[in-house]
Each structure stands twice: as C-alpha cells, then as structure tokens.
C-alpha cells in the first residue's frame, strides 16, 4: 500500500476520515497503516481508537496485538520520561527558577489527559535569559551533560536554546529562553509570553504554561515554519486537542492579531487549515479567512495536505531535477543544469567532505557526475522517453518545491 492509501486510512481509523466501517484490509496492509501511524507520531493514538467498542471485530488479532505491544513500549518510555521531568523540575523550583513548560510534556498531561498517547523524543522547558547559566549549572550538577561546550552569552544572540542535555538512557532537555530563532524574521514578545502564562502541575510540580492563544501560534509555527511540515499528522493533532481542551478560553481575535504582530500568520494559517481539513478541528471560519496574508493561495493548502499524506515511490528524482522541470525559459534551465553539473567548491565540499583537504579538490567533479547518472540517470531516460509515471512523479516534486519554498521563506 502506498502512504497515500495508507494515510487516508490511518485517517479513518482514527475516527476522522469519511464513511462508518473500517474497509477490509489484509494483515500486510494493516502493517503499512502501523507503519505510517509511527511516522506519523501517532501509534499510540491508533491503538486506542481500534480499541474502541464497534472497531475491535474490524481488526485482526496479531494486528491488535502488536499494536498493543507498541503502545506499552511508548507507555513505559513515558513514565521514565515523567520521572525525570519530575526531579527536573522539582530541582529548578526549589532554586526558584520560573520555568514554563513546553509543548509536548504540557500536551501529554494536561491537554490529551494521558502520558502515553503524545509520544516524546525530548523535554523542552523555557527561562527566562538571565536564568540560562544557572539552569545550566544546576542540570550539570545533576549528571546531565552535553557533547559540545557550554554556551557563551553571546551565543544566545543566534540561539533559542542551550545545546540539548541529557543522562545516559534520559531523554534530552532543551533549556529555551525564546520559542523561535532570535535570527529569524519573526517579532516574538518574550515577555508577553511569560506575562500571559498560567499555572499548571505537570510531573506532579507547580509551573507555568502558556496561554492558550500562544500555545497555538507556537504549535503553529514549530509545525509549519521549524519542521515543514514532517511532524506530520502529530503536529495537526497537537492542535486539535489543544482547542478542544481549551475551547471558549481561546481568544481567537487575540490569536489573530498577535500571529500578525509576530509576523507569523502564513504559518497559522496554513496549519489551522490543515488541523481543520484533516482531522476537523473546530477553527471559527472567520478566524480563518483574518488570518490568511495577501497573496494566500488555496492550493497551498491542497499541497501541504500531499506533503503529510504523500506518496512515495521506488524511482529517484531530485528538487533539482524537478525545478529543471518546471521552469519554461531555456536560460533558467541551463543555470540550473549548470549549478548541478557543477556546484561551487564549497557545496562540493559538503557533498564530499574529502575533497575539502584534498590537493586536486576538483577531481571529485567526476564523483559527482557519476552519482549524478546512477542516481538520477534512470529517471531522466524514462522522462525523455515521455514515460507517464515518473513525468507525474516529476510534477509532484516541482510542487512540493513550491510548498517547501514558501514555507522556508519567513517573510509573507
């Protein structure tokens, strides 16, 4: 089954896609849905669902069996997560460190109401700037440690977060101060953020959380603009539950006018509209229609849709490639031929780290040439031979190079 398929019937066995009963699926196939469900970030949440009354009969013994054994193995790697989170915390508060807790430890408990249905690969906790070193020093003093050396002040100038820290077997902590990079275009009012925070028991300590209008634009964001989009139908979901648990507290004019203030409304946008189409997230149609930026396009949304719930296939074609594809003037497809053929020294480099000491560096042009003709020299004959599969696969790839541009472009 391809991920498409797959996806739209993960879609439904969570309760979210069209029609009443399950469509008969072989064991194989039921395999490819378990598959994209942990791509998706979401096993746990397909085990509860084919749990249900009415659904159990619809799924195969082994099938549910090892969806069971899936779900505990999230479970236990939950609760050892919440156990440190715990001693963490405590730590930071009897210093009297403020610290609001971040996304997916605050979602799992509080929001989705269970640890084991929002699967976590970190913690990520923000303080205040002038509280970094001393959060820092306190997680050294704990055991934690870090491959690289400690920050500088100045390091935080370009850096949201400290450098991941972690116990042998933990789980990594990120130590925040803003929720975005400080060199991104974006208008983000840290203190707005700590002046808007509630209050909140997560791992069984007192911290804050943030308000329900910037948990939004912040699960927004981290979807749309920090990930592109491969957090998949997980970051949809974030969203989802996050307006049903909050419902009539969102402010969505508040929501509206603080995501253009940021500078961040074509992200909103785009993934309240995804959260919406998806998985029927109750986003007011006029919220929608205030938040989306001149020059919004509607396909942007089919394309981001593709993106989550997109095909895969066994033929190879680059960005590049496809970019080649698309553009109509003879003298943008030369450049763009050209800057494959014969990338600069410094993109070689990156693609063969040997050549960056090498004495003859540009020998490794003819490397390039020949990973160039095995990797995409297939594709490119059955495309001259005007083959309909990989001209469609083509065509898929030049749009998702549109999505993926639009989306690395913080500016509207």
């Not at 194989?28 to 659904?55: F, K, N």
Request: contains cysteine; proline residues 6%; glycine residues 8%.
């Amino acid at each position: 089954m391809d991920r498409e398929p797959a996806g739209e019937v993960l879609l439904h066995c969570l309760g979210v896609g069209p029609g009443d009963q399950l469509p008969p699926l072989s064991e194989g196939e039921w395999g490819d849905v378990i598959r994209e469900s942990a791509r998706q970030g979401i096993t746990p949440l397909l085990y509860r669902r084919v749990q249900a009354p009415g659904r159990r009969a619809e799924v195969p013994p082994r099938v549910a069996e090892r969806l069971r054994e899936l779900a505990i193995g999230n479970a236990v790697k939950s609760l050892r997560l919440y156990r440190e989170l715990a001693e963490v915390l405590g730590a930071l508060r009897r210093d009297g460190i403020d610290v609001i807790v971040l996304k997916g430890a605050y979602l799992a408990e509080v929001v989705y109401g269970d640890i084991s249905l929002r699967p976590m690969t970190d913690v990520d906790l923000l303080v205040r700037k002038r509280d970094l070193a001393r959060v820092e020093a306190k997680l050294f003093a704990m055991g934690y440690s870090q491959r690289e050396q400690p920050h500088t002040d100045e390091d935080y100038s370009t850096c949201q977060h400290l450098h991941p820290l972690a116990k042998p077997g933990g789980a990594p902590i990120e130590i925040h101060w803003t929720i975005e990079s400080p060199t991104e275009p974006f208008a983000i009012d840290v203190e707005g953020l700590w002046g808007r925070a509630r209050g909140a028991k997560i791992a069984g300590v007192d911290v804050l959380v943030l308000s329900p209008e910037d948990l939004l634009l912040h699960l927004c964001l981290h979807t749309a603009f920090h990930h592109q989009l491969v957090l998949g139908l997980r970051g949809c979901w974030d969203i989802l539950e996050t307006i049903r648990h909050c419902g009539r507290a969102i402010d969505w004019e508040q929501l509206q006018r603080r995501a253009r203030r940021w500078g961040v409304e074509k992200y909103v946008c785009l993934t309240l509209h995804l959260a919406q189409q998806l998985l029927g997230a109750d986003v007011p149609a006029r919220a929608l229609a205030a938040l989306e930026p001149g020059g919004f396009e509607p396909r942007l949304i089919a394309l981001a849709r593709a993106e989550i719930l997109g095909r895969t296939s066994a033929v190879s074609v680059s960005a590049r490639f496809a970019q080649m594809w698309g553009v109509s003037r003879i003298p943008e497809k030369a450049s763009l031929l050209m800057k494959t053929v014969f990338p600069s020294k410094k993109a070689l480099a990156r693609m063969y780290p040997a050549c960056r000491d090498a004495r003859w560096p540009y020998r490794y042009y003819a490397a390039r040439w020949r990973d160039l003709l095995r990797q995409y020299g297939p594709s490119a004959w059955q495309m001259a031979r005007r083959d309909e599969n990989v001209t469609a696969l083509v065509r898929r790839e030049h749009e998702r190079a549109i999505l993926m541009d639009w989306l690395k472009s913080a500016s509207l």
